[in-house]
């Protein structure tokens, strides 16, 4: 990203714990002319607002404040209220936070039953000035509160076109469910037996279109039933001139699956991410096959159920196949590798390799790959950089191998999180993979608290270290409205300087 050697430097105090390490008069060089890929066959159109940061990093997990609107008192990016599928009000706004910090969604969610069990909401993709984000609904009935397992699931997309809105998706149901008459009624306003189960990690977002508002939400999966079916569910969204006067309902389509993707076991697919490539198309991707690329506009034009779009498969560079998944939680894409897009549509793969179980005594390294042919799936390698005396990475008391679900800024700007389990900390840090330099460091912020500290309720959500969804939300607001990077900035040093007084505590005890 060109702007990201323009960005303000944080200043962080010399007795800080942070990771990163700066020398004074030491500045990253230019980086060389991006290589530009003809897959962006309909380029993003230029930010409509310069604010900064243009980039975002946005974590999956959304805090439900106890706020009626906004972050902050007057946020502009606060939303219209909408309603979740049982009528209660629901508004989101976003706390926006310089990289590396982490930005997080604020969900305004008022008359929810503080006695129900059910899952917290998460953030799923962006792309462009659009969120994605998920929410289980409990029920009225104090009877099935803490059913949470049937308790239905809402889909908002959270945007900032003209003014912030908030839109919620039509539900997806599968064809030939059965029904019935007794659960229907209990289950209202979903018939919760037949709503379709979408993957989080398998559904994107493309915004596309030259007026605002226009979106496509697609989730891809595989059935295996007497062979191997690709079913793609697909919604298009159009401009909110035209949604008056459209209905808008998912649609499920089959894809022919690519010839070239025999040389690997389907069964084992798992889909760590989606992607946005170009204006068009979206990339399923499994950090440890290669990636699945899908021109989702023609897919919402196709009418014929028979007309089946061909899937265009891209397999990973051959060292980054040698490799086996290490991480099998299947709620969570694999820590140790990251594909992302640059502004120029660089598509670029991160690897952290190491020979043993993943550990602070052994060596690795953090291996990058441009994908310079799409069409032929040509890679070429980047500069690497090594653990050890050379290594740019920061040694912690107590280091963890570091992860790549940070965000990749350009094509040389890399952002890593680090753990100091021996804090209970973590630290997201920005890397120059070229000139092997460190830029500057942030402190991850939980979510409990968001309200202050100490925080004033339980623990709702627990951090492991997961990935993190790049955004360039904010550079769709002017400088004016980003009203909650002052208050992020806050929070940052609040926390730091808890550590710190922490660890000066420590060292007397050690003494």
Known sequence: MKKAHRRRRKSFRKHSPSPTTTHPGTEPSASPTPRHSWWTTDPSPPSPATGEPSWLILDRIVHRSRRRRGVIAGDATASEIARDCVGRPISASLRIAEPPAVSRLYLHWRGMPSDSKFAEPTSIAAHRNSILFRVTVPFEDSMWRNQGY??????????????PSLTRLPPCFDDGGRPDPVLDKLFQ????QQQRTLIDQSMGILCHGDKAGEFTVANLWFHFHQGVEAQL?????????????????????????????????????????????????LCWVDYYQGMLLL??????????????????????????LR??????????PDPLRCLSVSDAGIITLVCIITKEQPSPSYPFTITTWT??????????????????????????????????????????????????????LFWTVQADMREKLLQSS??????????????????????????????????????????????????????????????????QANE
């Not at 049937?150 to 003014?163: E, N």
């Not at 989702?296 to 009418?303: E, F, G, M, N, P």
């Open 323 to 332: 490799s086996r998944r290490v991480y099998m939680e299947v709620t969570e």
């Open 189 to 192: 306003p979903y018939r919760r």
């Open 150 to 163: 049937r308790f239905p699931c809402d889909y908002f997309v959270y945007s900032c076109s003209s003014s």
């Open 233 to 281: 569910c697909l919604l298009h969204h159009p401009p909110p001139a035209a949604s008056s006067h459209v209905s808008v309902e998912w649609s499920v389509k089959k894809v022919q699956i690519p010839s070239n993707m025999n040389i690997i076991n389907l069964d084992s697919w798992q889909t760590d991410v989606v992607v946005p490539i170009g204006g068009r198309c």
């Open 371 to 424: 994908l310079i042919d799409i069409q032929h799936g040509r890679w070429e390698k980047d500069p690497e950089l090594n653990h050890g005396s050379q290594s740019v990475l920061p040694s912690l008391r107590c280091p963890e191998l570091p992860s790549t679900g940070a965000a990749k800024f350009s094509c040389d700007v890399v952002c890593f999180l680090l753990e100091d389990r021996a804090r209970g």
């Open 295 to 320: 021109d989702v506009l023609t897919a919402t034009k196709s009418s014929s159920p028979d007309q089946q779009q061909l899937l265009h498969y891209i397999q990973f560079p051959s060292k980054a």
């Open 442 to 507: 942030a402190i991850y912020i939980n979510e409990e608290e968001e309200e202050g500290y100490p925080p004033k309720r339980a623990r709702r959500n627990r951090f492991f270290g997961h990935y993190f969804i790049p955004s360039k939300f904010s550079s769709y607001l002017s400088e004016d409205d980003i009203t909650s990077l002052e208050h992020s900035g806050t929070m940052q040093k609040e926390k730091e300087a808890r550590v710190v007084l922490k660890c000066g505590l420590e060292a």
